[in-house]
């Protein structure tokens, strides 16, 4: 029986049959949630058939050094950005064999949060080759493991309906 919360687990799964049905592969950019999507993804026997890799980039030196976010993007925008998000996600794709990616980034708590960006603000994008990033902010109650938890659905949820959308969605 895995680790991972029953329905977190089934998710990747999903997420997983879809991948291995379209002959793909996945790779993860994870700050906040400090690599739990993988440890999700690699509880299931089978995934090194569709997930390649997880960056787990916490510090800004990380993310520059690891997926090539700008220090100027971070300085600006901040860790918890849009654009950091994007630029996440692009890394991850440009240094994996992968062809979809996912990237989060978010304020997990019981700290950091400020009044713009509040405990609870995680920044999601999933790319696919060239298509521009799709993106999403959530704002997600409760104590730091529900968000992170949260997180992780929210993430392998899109993902998921990426992949069941119409090809020219995305």
């Given at each position: ?41 690699t509880e299931i026997n089978g995934c090194s058939d569709w997930f390649d890799c997880s960056f787990v980039a916490y510090s ?111």
């Amino acid at each position: 029986m895995p680790s991972t919360d029953p329905s977190l687990h089934q998710a990747a799964t999903d997420v997983g049959q879809l991948l291995l049905a379209r002959r793909m592969k996945l790779a993860a950019a994870e700050s906040c949630t400090g690599g739990w999507l993988s440890k999700t993804i690699t509880e299931i026997n089978g995934c090194s058939d569709w997930f390649d890799c997880s960056f787990v980039a916490y510090s800004y030196e990380a993310k520059e050094s690891m997926l090539g976010v700008s220090r100027v993007t971070l300085e600006e925008h901040g860790a918890v950005s849009r654009e950091t998000v994007v630029e996440m996600v692009r890394g991850a794709l440009s240094r994996s064999r992968a062809n979809i990616a996912v990237a989060i980034t978010g304020i997990a708590g019981p700290s950091g949060g400020t009044p713009g960006k509040p405990v609870g603000t995680v920044w999601l994008a999933w790319g696919r080759g060239h298509h521009p990033p799709v993106t999403e902010m959530v704002h997600l109650d409760g104590d730091r493991e529900a968000v992170r938890r949260q997180t992780v659905a929210a993430a392998l949820a899109g993902l998921k309906s990426i992949l069941t959308a119409p090809h020219e969605a995305f």
